[in-house]
């Protein structure tokens, strides 16, 4: 069986990272309900420890788990470092980092306070999927920045999760990476759809000689209503499947 840090070094990467933050909350409690063990790497120990995740309080910002067993593992998290947690939600991994907050007394046991994760990441490859849009599926693209003109390109490929559009230099401030959109809004199969986006990278023109030549930039959905991330996963399936068939059409 793999250990927490193998799992946690697949896991915890941008590509799996969900985007929602009322999909984290409803995992976290899955989580909970389901009674799944956590696997928790204390930090400045090799070994892992188990808990149980307890009660979500997003409002409170925090966490209650179970107290570690073996209990040695309890005093491994005095001094506030990261812990590593891994589970299951649905029987996909998932996980998170935090710190201890406080020991308390959880239904006449003891039980740990830790913080509410600022991330969330699971395993769940399908929806992770990135496929060429069909020109004909998805319309033109608006990025609305701040303090800023918005910006109209194309987009180039889609996952559940960003997406790659290509565009033309601004002319007023350049795009940088980390830089937060307003909005991203874009047209999916007739079906108007927006979300609020971050900029992960600008890539340069392929070619250094025209001043105006299209830039590549990539982008992460944050902050997405479910019905977007439902409608855009779908359109990956479908699309994935697509394009597998016509590979297939092409050894026939």
Partial sequence: MATTSELGARLFRDDYRVASANKVEHMLRRIAEQREP???????????????????????GSLVVDELNPD??????????????LSRCDGVWAGFVSRKLEALPWEG???????????????QRRS????????????????????????????????????????RAPTDYALSEGELLLLVRF?????????????????APRSSRLRDAPR??????????????????AYVQR???????????MFE
């Fill in 109 to 123: 046991y003891g039980a740990l306070r830790i913080a509410y994760p600022d991330a969330l990441y699971h395993l």
């Fill in 72 to 85: 040695r593992g309890n005093a491994l998290l005095d001094g506030g470092g990261p812990m590593h947690v």
């Fill in 38 to 60: 956590l696997r928790v790497s204390a930090p400045g120990s090799g070994e892992e420890f188990t808990s149980m995740l307890l009660h979500v309080d997003r409002a409170g």
């Fill in 216 to 233: 590549t930039l990539g982008l992460r959905f944050i902050n997405m209503h479910s019905a977007f991330e439902q409608r855009i996963q």
């Fill in 128 to 167: 992770f999927f990135r496929v060429l849009v069909s020109a004909s599926d998805v319309g033109e693209v608006e990025l609305q920045r701040r303090g800023a003109r918005a910006l109209f390109g194309q987009c180039h490929d889609l996952s559940a999760t960003g997406m790659r559009v290509q565009f």
């Fill in 187 to 203: 047209t999916l199969n007739g079906f108007e759809l927006s979300a609020e986006a971050q900029v992960r990278f600008v890539n």
């Fill in 239 to 249: 699309r994935d499947r697509e394009l597998l068939r016509d590979t297939g059409k």
